[in-house]
């Protein structure tokens, strides 16, 4: 007899519930620790000016409950599940609801639309939620919701490489980006970058990296390298917060990998901006016993 551990669909949708309002109001630490530092490394300049408002409006969002960007994003579910926990059902049958409830209580900006192509009036209540799960082999459960704006998705890319373009192909397609779209994105930018999978794969590595902490770099050393490499390469333009010039205009560059075609070099890009509202939280669950 093995001992596992209950999850339902009802814990879920209560954590995304809780969690909706205080992702839309409060800043995570290590986005603004991040941000204290960059202020920290600008002299007198427009960087510096863009960096203090962002840092007095995310402590006045916090003090007052109100959204840290009136753009309250879609809401992003990613529910990662271990090997001890049983999940009966469907996970995300009820997290459309919560999502609704959320967003009406809090006052948060609705900003999905029925259809992208043919009816495009708005839901009225944020829905549907975009969701992933994923099964690991970490015990436990754990869901990390992400409100991400308007205007940094459409700052981000997915672009099918070559093998022949190889890591000097990424590069340059990521300066590319950077430079035709990161003053749109609302800077400083935490940068996600999916290389590998498919073309459907490709541009979930880069959202998941966007859910790693700023300054925690990737566990393979070289992909560690290859993200200071960017870092400095994005900072070195010289747009800054705000894209008005300075210093910092990225807190962090992230890039998850994975294997892909022979033929295939899969390339994404998820600008995460200033505003980088996400949250993890552990799911509480229910031991059971009695499972072969």
């Known amino acids: 007899m093995n001992t596992f551990n209950l999850l339902t669909k009802e814990m879920i949708a209560q954590a995304v519930y809780e969690a909706i309002p205080q ?27 863009v960096l203090d408002q962002l840092l007095e409006n995310a402590d006045i969002a916090e003090a007052d409950r109100v959204p840290i960007c ?131 794969k490709v541009a979930h590595l880069a959202k998941t990296a966007l859910l790693r902490p700023v300054g925690c770099a990737s566990e393979n050393p070289e992909v560690a390298a290859f993200e200071r490499e960017l870092l400095d390469m994005v900072n070195a333009t010289g747009m800054g917060p705000g894209a008005l010039g300075g210093k910092t205009l990225a807190l962090d560059v992230h890039v998850n990998t994975a294997p892909c075609h022979i033929a295939a070099l899969p390339l994404a890009i998820n600008m995460g901006c200033s505003a980088m509202r996400r949250m993890t939280i552990e799911l509480e669950t229910t031991p059971v016993g009695g499972v072969r």
């Open 70 to 200: 009136q753009d309250t994003g879609t809401t992003w579910v990613c529910l990662e599940i271990g090997p001890d926990v049983l999940l009966p059902g469907d996970a995300f049958s009820l997290v459309n609801d919560a999502v609704a409830r959320a967003y009406t209580e809090a006052n948060l900006r609705k900003s999905v639309v029925k259809d992208a192509l043919v009816d495009r009036s708005n839901t009225g209540d944020n829905t549907p939620a975009f969701v992933d799960v994923e099964f690991v082999d970490a015990p436990g459960a754990r869901v990390h919701v992400l409100l991400k704006g308007g205007g940094s998705d459409n700052a981000s890319r997915v672009v099918m490489l070559t093998p022949g373009a190889g890591r000097e192909g990424i590069v340059r397609e990521v300066m590319d980006c950077v430079r035709h779209k990161a003053a749109n994105a609302c800077p400083p930018l935490v940068i996600g970058i999916g290389v590998g999978g498919t073309f459907d």
């Open 23 to 49: 992702t839309a109001c409060v800043l995570p630490a290590d986005v603004r620790d991040a941000l204290v530092r960059a202020r920290g490394l600008e002299g007198p300049s427009r960087g510096a000016i």
